[in-house]
């Protein structure tokens, strides 16, 4: 393509350089150089442009033809789509017919088998009752035993603790009883001995007091001159007292 392109620009050139002719518009060209480009532009085309060209002459012939092969080609494959719809309506029919017979066997082995299994259910289901029946009155039996003995071990309990209050309440009242007791002999003891206290007070007060009325004569005759050793006295226990009157037993 790149020789045609080049022979029409070589073309063009020697045409525009043409000897114009005096008084016309036309020229002079070189006719052996312009029949040269025009081979050389004939051998450069290519062979698809021929083969262009002869489609274009034979376009009325190929057309018809291509008409011809399409309605032929149309007619197999509507033979074709025919003998398939056919072949596959008679086939989905076998299906559907198989299908069907397939289904209702197994519709009737299923409803044995549903049949089957209700039985075999039920039957289970009255022996798990049954056994759990058994295990209730079972543990409602131990239940009750053992309630029973709760509330006799309960009851045991119960009388043991009011038993054991009794004895409680019994001390509680002899230990008030001892020690209001114990509280009467102590006062009874702390008035005797205060008495006794105050009783040998006053005998000792008395004693003092004869001690200090000798004292005082004594003291009256040392005044006077007279001398407390020169009247020598005998003191006596009527004097001063004894050692029993000052609580002083031997």
């Given amino acids: 393509m790149y020789r045609v392109f080049e022979a029409l620009d070589e073309l063009v050139q020697t045409v525009e350089q043409a000897y114009g002719v005096p008084m016309t518009s036309n020229c002079m060209v070189p006719r052996n ?3 040269a480009l025009l081979d050389d532009l004939r051998n450069a085309l290519p062979a698809e442009v021929d083969d262009a060209q002869d489609v274009l002459d034979r376009r009325d012939d190929i057309i018809r033809d291509a008409e011809d092969r399409a309605r032929d080609i149309v007619g197999d494959a509507q033979e074709e789509a025919d003998r398939l719809v056919d072949e596959a309506t008679a086939h989905s029919q076998e299906m559907v017919e198989d299908a069907q017979a397939r289904a209702t066997s197994t519709v009737a082995r299923a409803e044995d088998d549903a ?3 209700v039985t075999t259910a039920r039957q289970d289901a009255e022996d798990i009752v049954s056994r ?8 409602i039996a131990e239940g009750n035993d053992h309630y029973q003995r709760s509330v006799d071990e309960g009851l045991a309990e119960q009388r043991r603790l009011v038993s054991e209050s009794e004895v409680v309440r019994r001390a509680n009242e002899e230990a008030h009883r001892v020690v209001d007791a114990a509280h009467e002999d102590s006062r009874k003891l702390r008035t005797e001995c205060d008495q ?7 005998s000792f007060e008395d004693t003092l007091s004869g001690v200090l009325r000798t004292i005082s004569r004594d003291r009256q005759a ?8 020169g009247a020598e006295r005998h003191y006596s226990d009527r004097d001063y007292g004894s050692d029993r009157d000052y609580g002083y037993d031997n």
């Avoid at 759990?132 to 543990?139: I, T, V």
């Avoid at 006794?196 to 006053?202: Q, R």
């Fill in 196 to 202: 006794f206290v105050d009783s040998k007070l006053a």
């Fill in 222 to 229: 040392l005044r006077r001159g007279a001398g407390a050793g």
């Fill in 132 to 139: 759990a029946r058994g295990e209730a009155d079972r543990l």
């Fill in 33 to 35: 150089e312009v029949l």
């Fill in 115 to 117: 049949d089957h299994l």
